[in-house]
């Protein structure tokens, strides 16, 4: 049971770049989402999706879009990248919404360096 | 959503009982406390989540005041690999139709010494 995959581990962009982060569960979750955290704060939610086909903006969306076609993948595009997006980016999934007491679970994160 | 309140750091005798405090005083009757942790940046790892009961799992135990106000995480025989930032948060994630931002809280720097 591999949970939340996150790919590429590490990554270095010049500004302008895009590219995309790609997440995988295989727990069959419903709920998927992402979040970046900058040193020393807590996380901040980019984008979320409650299934295959739903997706909706978080606190930070702006520089960033997602899709979900599948209910096991949730990437993260970043558009044009922008030193601003240097960060720490998590993926976490969960069966269900956390007001019914579910557990989300988060990948090992992608840090992104962006020069 | 409720805001949590946490010591900045707590060390703990390695072998000794971790007791970590949250105080969430404003917490509303359905709203869950969970705990996670972190560990030198790896993604946040869960721990262990209540409402109202006193929960035990094979990682901690989790102690719920009557009143809701506060919470205690206990790590019962707290072990180097425990060293990290230790989370309350009530009320993680979010919901269809509203974005929510996710607050660790101000979290606990543990620090388990040898």
């Known amino acids: 049971n591999a949970g939340v995959t996150q790919t590429p581990k590490f990554q270095v962009l010049k500004t302008g770049q895009s590219m995309t982060l790609q997440c995988a569960q295989d727990?069959?979750?419903?709920?998927m989402s992402w979040y970046r955290q900058d040193p020393g704060m807590g996380l901040r939610l980019i984008h979320y999706?409650?299934?295959?086909?739903?997706?909706d903006q978080g606190e930070v969306p702006n520089g960033y879009n997602v899709s979900r076609s599948t209910t096991e993948d949730f990437p993260l595009r970043l558009l044009s990248a922008a030193p601003s997006q240097t960060s720490v980016y998590f993926c976490?999934?969960?069966?269900?919404?956390?007001?019914?007491?579910?557990?989300?679970?988060f990948g090992e994160g992608s840090w992104l360096t962006v020069v | 959503d409720a805001k949590t309140t946490q010591p900045p750091s707590m060390d703990c005798a390695e072998g000794r009982a971790a007791n970590l405090p949250c105080n969430h005083s404003t917490i509303s009757g359905n709203e869950y406390v969970y705990w996670y942790r972190q560990i030198h940046s790896q993604g946040p790892q869960y721990i262990i989540h209540g409402l109202k009961n006193n929960e035990t799992n094979e990682m901690a135990s989790l102690i719920i005041t009557e009143d809701r106000k506060s919470s205690t995480l206990i790590l019962p025989h707290a072990t180097l690999r425990d060293t990290a930032v230790y989370y309350c948060i009530v009320r993680v994630g979010f919901s269809s139709g509203s974005a929510r931002q996710l607050t660790f809280g101000s979290g606990t720097q543990l620090t388990v010494l040898p």
């Open positions: 999706s409650v299934g295959a086909g739903i997706t």
């Open positions: 976490a999934s969960s069966y269900g919404p956390t007001s019914s007491g579910n557990t989300i679970y």
């Open positions: 727990m069959n979750h419903e709920y």
